[in-house]
């Protein structure tokens, strides 16, 4: 029987561990790369963007101490999972003159593992 060296063992259960990991956590990095700048995850800690911490199921301009635009406060919107991939993809097709300056996103896993971590911040 062959002898597993430590790199060997230590590699597959990183393996593992990487695909235990919830469903939610590879989100970690979309939103790191995507959204961080402007926005952060933290609850009461807004940046340029209001904090995203349980965005799903909040009201648009639902934060107290944040100015949003009036667009935003006016649009209805109460964010689920679907408007807010919408919202994501294409923000000034979602609210016509928001002051939201973001491309969109158009990947769709991307998308995916962002909506599941936010999704479960709460």
Known sequence: ???????TALSVLTCFALNA???HAKG???FASECAEC???KEGKN?????????????AGGIAD??????????????NREKLQA?????????PGGKMKYDGLDNAA???ELLDYLGALK
């Open 39 to 41: 926005h952060s995850v």
């Open 21 to 23: 990991l919830p469903a």
């Open 66 to 79: 944040f100015k949003y635009s009036d667009p935003m406060k006016d649009s209805g919107i109460v964010w």
């Open 87 to 95: 919202y994501i993809t294409s923000p000034k097709r979602v609210v």
């Open 47 to 59: 940046k340029k963007g209001p904090s995203l911490f349980a965005v799903l199921g909040r009201k």
């Open 28 to 30: 970690i990095d979309v």
């Open 110 to 112: 991307e998308m995916n």
């Open 1 to 7: 029987m062959k002898k597993i060296t430590h790199a």
